[in-house]
């Protein structure tokens, strides 16, 4: 039985994203188009969001431009298709900092954030640092870490201290220390509610952009290929691919992954008036359908 429903909810694309900054070594074989998406958990009370996506009305404006972002829409015409409002989101946990998934932080005025304690400490580091360090920083908004302090200021940006059970009901986050940023994390969904579950799915945030992350394109004979975008190390990238596959008994369905358009193929789903789309993973037996 079902203790969420989970929603993966696309809400802007790249149209033309390197290949090879989705996996590892694939250099000079073109471009392709990478979605840009959340995950909403709906259930025990709670309306929670797995990152935030971007503000690409105001500050976000500096990003869409740098990676051409394309076809963004705010929070309230997103969550209207799932009936809710950013208003209704009560938690967040936010697997990184960069743009496409803390960029959202003011459009959710009533949410709890939480982060890693050591991603948000790196990020802060990272500011102030001299200027030809600046690469670093590519993918994060400035205006968003200082924005996340003053949230925690107000005690609404709470800072996770590595791997805690049961940090929502039912929900686990995992950190993957100097992976694709310095402290992100992935979340694992205990969707029975129980310690020993047999129905797991992890959330990767960008620990995994493509399948072939975690596959090399062989299903039968996998090998893991890293993103190709990381600030830490490809060895720790590929030990945390295996720690998610083992999390989820290798079902690769499991595996919720907010950049994989293929998502899409693997669970019930529709697209939207504006074009994104909604793939509907798990249905609480009280809820109804957004995607029927
Ligand atoms: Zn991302």
């Not at 909403?40 to 404006?61: E, Q, T, V």
């Not at 029975?192 to 039968?220: F, M």
């Not at 720690?243 to 669970?267: A, S």
Request: with cysteine; glycine share 8%.
């Amino acid at each position: 039985m079902s203790a969420y429903s989970i929603w993966i909810l696309e809400y802007a694309n790249v149209p033309d994203a390197p290949t090879s900054s989705l996996v590892y070594g694939q250099h000079n074989v073109g471009v392709e188009k990478l979605p840009y998406a959340y995950t909403l958990l709906r259930g025990n009370g709670m309306n929670i969001l797995l990152d935030c996506g971007m503000n690409a009305a105001s500050h976000g404006m500096e990003f869409v431009k740098r990676y051409n972002v394309s076809d963004w829409i705010s929070p309230t015409q997103v969550l209207a298709e799932v009936g809710l409002t950013p208003e209704d989101i009560t938690h967040c946990i936010l697997t990184h900092a960069h743009f496409d998934h803390m960029g959202g932080l003011e459009l959710f005025p009533n949410a709890k954030f939480y982060i890693q304690q050591h991603e948000l400490e790196s990020w802060v580091s990272a500011m102030a640092m001299e200027r030809r360090f600046r690469w670093l920083m590519r993918a994060t908004d400035t205006g968003d870490m200082i924005y996340a302090v003053q949230l925690a200021r107000e005690g609404r940006m709470i800072g996770v201290p590595g791997d805690v059970d049961n940090l929502l009901p039912g929900i686990d986050v995992r950190l993957a220390k100097d992976t694709h940023t310095a402290g992100s994390q992935y979340v694992v969904i205990r969707n029975d509610q129980r310690a020993e579950s047999e129905d797991v799915y992890i959330y990767t945030g960008d620990l995994i952009y493509r399948h072939e992350n975690l596959h090399g394109g062989q299903p039968d004979d996998p090998e893991y290929l890293p993103v190709g975008y990381a600030l830490g190390s490809q060895t720790n990238l590929v030990m945390a691919s295996d720690e998610v596959m083992k999390g989820v008994g290798n079902d690769i369905r499991r595996v919720l992954i907010p950049h994989e358009g293929k998502m899409t193929t693997l669970y019930p789903s529709r697209v939207s008036k504006s074009g994104h789309y909604i793939v509907e993973v798990a249905l609480r037996k009280d809820d109804t359908s957004r995607v029927a």
